[in-house]
């Protein structure tokens, strides 16, 4: 059973810093790995989607990278804002169609601290 | 506008009481999916559906019912809620396994539901 971490549970950083988010998975067969951000009582809005045969996705200030052999995504945001201030949930989708038991992490909370 | 809406947004009921929560995507997607957001686990998928007419359990389908009527349309049934069902639903859609950024997932707003 596929299995998504996310650590640390919440983070705390002065704005202007770069940091990274972590996101590991215990199955490699993903098809691909897709990065949230979750506004306080909002729904999920889609920051970066890696496809399985990708390495990383670049968005703005964002970026994300891939290592399907060892199970691992990162996100990494450039120059951090107080905006930026959200939980970030990482979520994986299976490789085999027909199997479409998409499985979140637990999400990050992160802090800019202004 | 390219959306995910879900109604109703808030929804207080008591045990029992038959309830249903609708979700429509206007993006022409094939895959729609239903998830229950709940403190300390996180999003849990309750059901999917991959087409009109298909659809399978998720991970925690117990105590929810789904239909695929339409493409465009796949609400939640909650036959006989319970206090144990007492959380915030999210509904999500994606144009299906094409490749690329069209696989991304759209989430609507969210519902949140308390049964008492």
């Keep these: ?114 | 506008e390219a959306q995910v809406t879900q109604n109703p947004r808030y929804l207080i009921t008591v045990t029992g009481k038959k309830l249903t929560v609708t979700c429509s995507q206007n993006m022409n997607h094939e895959y729609m999916s239903w998830y229950r957001q709940d403190p300390g686990l996180g999003l849990r998928q309750i059901y999917y559906s991959m087409n009109v007419e298909v659809t399978d359990k998720g991970d925690v389908p117990e105590g929810y019912k789904v239909s695929r009527k339409e493409k465009r349309n796949f609400p939640l049934i909650l036959e006989s809620p319970s206090p144990n069902q007492t959380s915030l639903y999210f509904c999500a859609s994606s144009l299906s396994r094409t490749g690329g950024f069209r696989d991304t997932q759209y989430f609507g707003p969210g519902t949140r539901l308390t049964v008492l």
């Excluded at chain 1, 940091?19 to 951000?37: E, M």
């Excluded at chain 1, 703005?60 to 450039?78: E, F, P, Q, V």
């Excluded at chain 1, 905006?83 to 970030?88: E, M």
């Design chain 1, 1 to 114: 059973k596929q299995e998504v971490t996310q650590i640390p549970a919440a983070l705390s950083v002065p704005e202007g810093e770069n940091l990274v988010l972590n996101c590991s998975f215990t199955d490699s067969a993903i098809y691909n790995l897709q990065w949230f951000r979750q506004d306080p009582g909002k729904g999920l809005t889609s920051l970066l989607l890696i496809q399985s045969s990708q390495r990383e996705q670049t968005s703005g200030r964002l970026n994300a990278s891939l290592d399907k052999s060892s199970g691992r995504s990162t996100l990494y945001i450039a120059a951090s804002q107080p905006g930026d201030s959200a939980t970030y949930l990482c979520a994986v989708r299976p490789t085999n169609f027909g199997n479409e038991k998409l499985t979140f992490g637990t999400g990050t909370r992160l802090t800019i601290i202004p």
